[in-house]
Structures are given as structure tokens and as C-alpha cells.
């Protein structure tokens, strides 16, 4: 088995679907943007405000090539990890890639800490911004993910199971 790599916009699911999805079917499980907090002792945040966006992409991007090239792992990437080519590479060939797709109406729903992600920075504002990253990253979305799952209408268990299915007919494709 390969690596499972959970893609999408955050409020997505990639880390709650992630982690019950690694239990299910004894995997390990890594949070991408936990891992990097756990390397470097800082928040996301406090890398963003301090170091910029761009050092933090360049970190990720880092990290993300290292972590891949080790098997039989499920990712739950970050929002933003498929806006580097490197990335979407490895994504598209070191395993199975996951697009959890989600409305805007849903992710706005789904996000309650808007302080953890640095990119949210106005809470009256959340759809917009949500809006405006979506339009940035969708094609990379779409041109990464191998399925893609809508989970506007689903619970966390609902999307694990849809996994679950599509990782079956994988199996019995090959």
C-alpha cells in the first residue's frame, strides 16, 4: 500500500477524516501542519507572522517531500500545499490523492478557530476570504487530487466509508 494524501480547503475534514480513517484501517496518521509545529516549536501562525508565507510554503514543501517518501501513511495536508508544482508531483505520484471538496457555505460552517489559520484573518469576512482562496486553488485541487469526494452532505464517518469504497475498487482494479 501506498501513501493516502487528504487534500482540500480548510474546514474541509482532511485531519478529523484523517485520523478515523487511520484507525480504521491501521495506518499512521500525519497532520502535515501538526508535524511542522511539532519540528519547529512554533504555531502555523506564528511562522506566518514571523518568517512570512512564503518561508513557511518553502518549509511545508520541505517536510512534505521528506514525509512522502516513507509508505503506508495517510496525510492530511495543508489548504495551501497543492499551490507548490513539487507538491502536487509528489501527490500525484507517491500514493492516492483525496480531494475533500466542500462548499464555501460549509467550510465558513466547519471553521470555529479563525486565530489558527493564518489566512482567515477577518472573521466578518470569513465567506469572502474562503471565496478568494478557493478561486487560487481549485484547477490545483482538481489537477492533484486521483477522486475527488463531496462532503457538503456527510458526516466524518459518511466520508471515511466513501473512502473506504474507493480504496476497495482500487484494489480490485489493480
Sequence with gaps: MM????IGMMGSWKSTVGRKLAETIKMEFVDIDDAIEEV???KISDIFQEFGEAR????ETAFFSEKSKQENQIFSTGGGVIMDPRNRNVLKKNG????????IETLAKRIHNTKKRPLLTD???LKSQLEKIWKERKKYYEDSAHHT???DNL???QV??????????QFENH
Design 160 to 169: 471515511v466509508d466513501k473512502i473506504l469504497n474507493l480504496l476497495e475498487n
Design 123 to 125: 472573521d466578518n469576512n
Design 149 to 151: 469526494i463531496y462532503t
Design 56 to 59: 513557511f510554503r518553502e518549509m
Design 96 to 103: 492516492t490523492t483525496i480531494f475533500l471538496n466542500a462548499s
Design 155 to 157: 458526516n466524518p464517518i
Design 40 to 42: 519547529t516549536e512554533m
Design 3 to 6: 501513501n493516502l494524501f487528504l
